[in-house]
């Protein structure tokens, strides 16, 4: 092959392939983005239906993004355009005495304080506590530990594991045991050992399982929930929907000097001699690169280079990794505001999560073990078109919904009834705290777990392309030996949420590989 065209080919224009082409662009470093689809985004993105209505496709709000990406790529500047406002998050309650947390704090929905406010902010002072420790893991490439000690042969390694052992220390003896106490335990039993069992406690299990195969009494829910905490916490609401994320993070990366190519996916890439050394696209052409990073999940990352160029146990550890997807997206058109019992229009216009106790959360969770859905699902459900009119056309509106503990491998398929179903459940759901929800409906989007990954190539339909527990994060995401970007043979990257640190639209992992590949010096 001739010199290479590009120093870096990025393979899909999510919003990690989209930070990963900027990272390196604003080094000086010519890049390519190739996406499959007609525009960028991957789950970022933004759908119009029938009824000519513009819908956040699959997620709806901006979780974590982290102020080092955002600052780095100049998102929410002229270069790049993004407003963001803030929601406060609701948890419904039958009886209308809803919860709402706002800046960490607990209130009642109707302005009295909440009688379990002191309790929650002193657990949430320690979530973030610990969770700061995490999130000092984040911005950087793990610690290799496959060799003991021995193996930080650098000493960035070596500081980070020094100054996370030093602050952890230096929180105090009482925070540091309690810290090693609940590290690796369930989020349902640390949740009620200071709150009654109540919405309040709900949003917290929700919150702690959002996007996992998992319930809140799964061993290491904890740490997800600390894990996501470190990034932030916290969910924004963009205006124009995720479709203006994904917007942003392309300008900036064509901003950075990144040529996107769309509407053209790659059916492999060249390996030679045990380097990467392009692509080929769908209709056979090829582009040469002296890199390639892929935003798809690990296996089929694995898939396009091709089986052969890992050894077998590498292969068997993508085969075996836990990635199966636990969360559907239900976009519905209305006629008209839908009115929540309790709620006023400044509410409404946030975050509603309908899990009215940590109990209610882990009994979703159940039917999914067995291939079925819940009849009370989970749900966090946004209005946009509140808080953003400009999705609003003739007076409708669009309520977009997560709908949790969704399994991939429904009993019997995803067929159509299948989705009439999830769609039915769903609307039964929010009708019991929004009486007459269902007569407002005037269209519907289903998108199960294996819609999502027919749309997305996520393995699984997983929004975090794997699965976030303790045995997928920080050394071991992908999986062991795998962690540091670096993908089979020289000069292929992993870029996507299956790396580290994981999913949430954070832009670390895209940011984090592309400032490893440099690292290694490999263009």
């Known amino acids: 092959m001739n010199t290479p065209t590009y120093d870096a080919i990025v393979i899909g224009a999510g919003h990690n392939g989209l930070a990963a082409a900027a990272t390196l662009a604003r080094k000086g470093k010519s890049v390519c983005v190739i996406e499959k689809n007609a525009t960028t985004g991957g789950m970022a993105r933004n ?8 819908v956040p496709e699959i997620a709806h709000l901006l979780y974590n993004l982290h102020p080092k990406v955002k600052k780095e790529l ?18 419904l309650s039958q009886d209308g005495n809803h919860a709402v947390i706002r800046g960490g704090k607990a209130e009642l929905a109707d302005g009295r304080p909440h009688p379990e406010a002191a309790l929650f902010t002193e657990l949430m002072r320690r979530l973030t506590l610990f969770a700061g420790l995490l999130g000092q893991l984040s911005t950087k490439s793990p610690p290799s530990l496959e060799g003991g000690l021995a193996s930080l042969n650098t000493l960035t390694e070596l500081a980070g594991l020094a100054k996370l052992g030093l602050d952890l220390k230096r929180t105090g003896k009482k925070d540091m045991r309690e810290f090693l106490r609940v590290l690796f335990s369930n989020a349902y039993d640390l949740i009620l050992d200071d709150l009654e069992d109540g919405p309040l406690a709900g949003a917290l299990a929700a919150d702690a399982v959002r996007g996992a195969y998992a319930g809140p009494r799964s061993p290491g829910t904890v740490f997800s929930l600390m894990y996501r905490l470190g990034q932030g916490g916290g969910a924004q609401l963009p205006i124009g929907g995720m479709g203006a994320v994904s917007a942003a993070f392309e300008a900036a990366a064509r901003a950075a000097g990144a040529e996107i190519r769309t509407g053209t996916g790659v059916s492999r890439v060249l390996v030679e001699n045990d380097r990467a050394s392009g692509v080929v696209l769908e209709d056979g052409t090829e582009i040469s690169a002296r890199t390639v990073l892929s935003n798809t999940g690990p296996m089929p990352a694995m898939k396009l280079a091709g089986a052969e160029h890992y050894d077998v146990e590498m292969v068997r550890r993508m085969r075996n990794q836990r990635c199966k997807g636990a969360a559907a997206k239900v976009n519905l058109v209305l006629n008209g505001v839908p009115k929540f019992t309790g709620l006023t229009p400044e509410l409404a216009a946030g975050r509603l999560l309908i ?3 940590a109990t209610y959360v882990e009994r979703a969770f159940n039917p999914a073990k067995f291939g079925g859905i819940a009849e009370s699902p989970v749900i966090e459900a946004v209005i946009p078109s509140l808080a953003d009119p400009g999705l609003a056309k003739d007076g409708q509106h669009v309520l977009s919904a997560v709908v949790s503990s969704v399994p991939y491998g429904l009993e019997g398929g995803w067929d159509e009834a299948a989705c009439d179903r999830l769609a039915a459940v769903t609307l039964s759901t929010l009708e019991t705290y929004a009486p007459g929800f269902s007569a407002l409906v005037t269209e519907r989007q289903v998108l199960s777990p294996a819609c999502i990954e027919a749309r997305t190539g996520a393995p699984g339909g997983h929004w975090h392309h794997a699965e976030m527990g303790i045995d997928q994060i920080l050394t071991v995401r992908p999986a062991n030996g795998m962690a540091h970007y670096r993908f089979g043979p020289k000069g292929y990257y992993l870029c996507g949420a299956g790396a580290h640190p994981g999913g949430d639209v954070t832009g670390l992992a895209g940011r984090n590989s592309a400032l490893q590949l440099l690292k290694d010096g490999v263009i």
């Open 47 to 54: 759908t119009t239906l029938a009824s000519g209505i513009e």
């Open 74 to 91: 100049g998102l929410g500047t002229a270069r790049a355009p993004l407003d963001m406002r803030e929601l406060s998050a609701v948890s």
């Open 355 to 357: 899990a009215p106790s």
